[in-house]
């Protein structure tokens, strides 16, 4: 049974950081791409990173680039989001998701149940 | 980047009717084209992709269509559980984007 468990969300101040976590459980972690989508609240959904399987190659919306860095532990099945420089528009649940095949950036097949980033002073 | 437009915004069916939900594209994103189902509280749900493969586990009552810029999610016979939202995504080009979803709620 595949898993995925989203958490590090927390209430943050402008400009500070966050680390967001997600460990996965029951297919072959480093075969797949992952990626955090997240949902500002009562609004719709909004792709953020993904990184390939071995985490080498790595994609951001343009609006996080430079402020947010996806990475991976194929070791721990365990990926991460590191979101620095943060404001209020990154209010949101973020989710992690599997993508559903090897190919980097398809359909996200699996999520998490979705941890909540609050920006605000 | 591509720009997806789903309509209607709010579509009101009874138990046992079919609804039918449109994704446009603005550019074409091929077959490229996923549809997922959220229910009030939960995490998205994968229903479709490659615009008409059904993910594991979806009932046949779920149905996808289309190629290129325009797509159609079809639920042939509404189910009290399928009352939700739902959105479409493309997978076609970076960055990935989400439609804006459709409500289906109770006539």
């Known amino acids: 049974e595949v898993k995925v468990l989203d958490s590090g969300g927390d209430l943050v101040r402008p400009g500070g950081s966050l680390r967001l976590s997600c460990v996965v459980s029951?297919?072959?972690?480093?075969?797949?791409?992952m990626s955090w989508v997240r949902q500002a609240p009562g609004r719709g959904l909004e792709w953020v990173a993904t990184?390939?399987?071995?985490?080498?190659?790595?994609y951001y919306r343009d609006s996080v680039k430079g402020r947010f860095t996806i990475s991976r532990d194929n070791s721990k099945n365990t990926v991460y989001l590191q979101m620095n420089s943060l404001g209020p528009e990154d209010t949101a649940v973020y989710y992690c998701?599997?993508?559903?095949?090897?190919?980097?950036?398809?359909?996200?097949?699996?999520w998490g149940q979705g941890t909540l980033v609050t920006v605000s002073s | 980047e591509v720009v997806l437009t789903q309509s209607p915004a709010t579509l009101s069916v009874s138990l046992g009717e079919r609804a039918i939900l449109s994704c446009r594209a603005s550019?074409?994103?091929?077959?490229?084209l996923a549809w997922y189902q959220q229910r009030p509280g939960q995490s998205p749900r994968l229903l479709i992709y490659?615009?008409?493969t059904r993910a594991t586990g979806i009932p046949a009552r779920f149905s996808g269509s289309g190629s290129a810029t325009e797509f159609t999610l079809t639920i042939s016979s509404l189910q009290s559980e399928d009352f939700a939202v739902y959105f479409c995504?493309?997978?076609?080009?970076?960055?990935?984007?989400f439609g804006q979803g459709t409500k289906v709620d109770l006539k």
């Open positions: 998701a599997k993508t559903r095949g090897a190919v980097v950036g398809t359909s996200f097949d699996y």
């Open positions: 029951g297919f072959t972690f480093s075969s797949y791409a």
């Open positions: 990184a390939g399987g071995s985490g080498a190659a790595t």
């Open positions: 550019q074409s994103v091929s077959s490229n």
């Open positions: 490659d615009a008409s």
């Open positions: 995504q493309q997978y076609n080009r970076w960055p990935r984007t």
